[in-house]
């Protein structure tokens, strides 16, 4: 029997959802998202996929998680790659509602549970703090090619303003994190690795709920770390990592770039990688994943930095 699930294309104002069992087409204004879940939730289908829009779609997940509706929200890289695949070049809020039933139809989607609230808002701040941190590095390096004196000090002041908001939000983000013994306990299981600092460890916590709780392989994979091959014929191509959480792999980046001078495990395991031949980029690709890793055991077993056997 074919299952029930619904794609929805989510707008600004409205949904566009898809029922692939029915062939039916509805669109929903955003007052209405409230009646038309309680409606779904009398005969409850075996599946609502969505995408990632960049938050218009977290009222709907919302009330859908709190109906006990399954659902799952999905990349929409992965939709628009598979509507080309199909042939589907068309696109239309109607049709995109429709490609993406079909899409988890193919892919055998799964329901997935949502982020809970307290990270979701840990995860806010912390893009909030990125992008102010964006932009104080745009005004700084127009600063320095300012010329004209009024300019100068319209940036100086502008500079001195985000200076002030992001030590607000860091403020904001001590307090999140200690008023919670859960975050505060993971965020000192991981700043106690060499290399990681407050920044690196908010950011794990927030974009990777998993850490602690997946297996090696399942952590490198969601992090874009795990590597894959390129292969055909006899042709043997360098494996290369793809996918995965950008944000993760940013601040893992630089965390390791501090490891690989001040880890003593991570320092050897780059000195090995760049005495046996290896480029300084592949070599710190190498302990980006094996930091993760490292995190990733610390917190399952909740056992800091200093008491392992380095």
Known sequence: MTKRIIGVDIAKHKADAYDL???????IEAENYSQWVD???KDKPDLVVME???GYERVLAGLLAAAGIPLAVVNPRQVRDYAKATNQLAKTDTIDARVIARFAEAVRIEAKPLVDAATQALRDLMERRRQLVAMRVAESNREAQAAHPR?????????????????RLDEDLDKDIHNSPAWREAEDLLSSVPGVGKVTARTLLSEMPELGQANRQEIASLAGLAPFNCDSGQYRGQRRIRGGRGQVRRVLYMASVSASRFNPSIRRFYRHLRESGKPAKV???ACMRKLLLLLN????????FAAKTI
């Open 21 to 27: 069992q029915h062939q039916k087409h509805q669109t």
């Open 39 to 41: 409606t779904l939730a």
């Open 52 to 54: 990632a829009t960049g």
């Open 151 to 167: 300019v100068k000090r319209d940036i100086a002041s502008l500079l001195q303003f985000l200076d002030r908001q992001l030590a």
């Open 283 to 285: 070599a710190l690709t």
């Open 297 to 304: 055991s610390i917190l399952k077993n909740k056992t800091p």
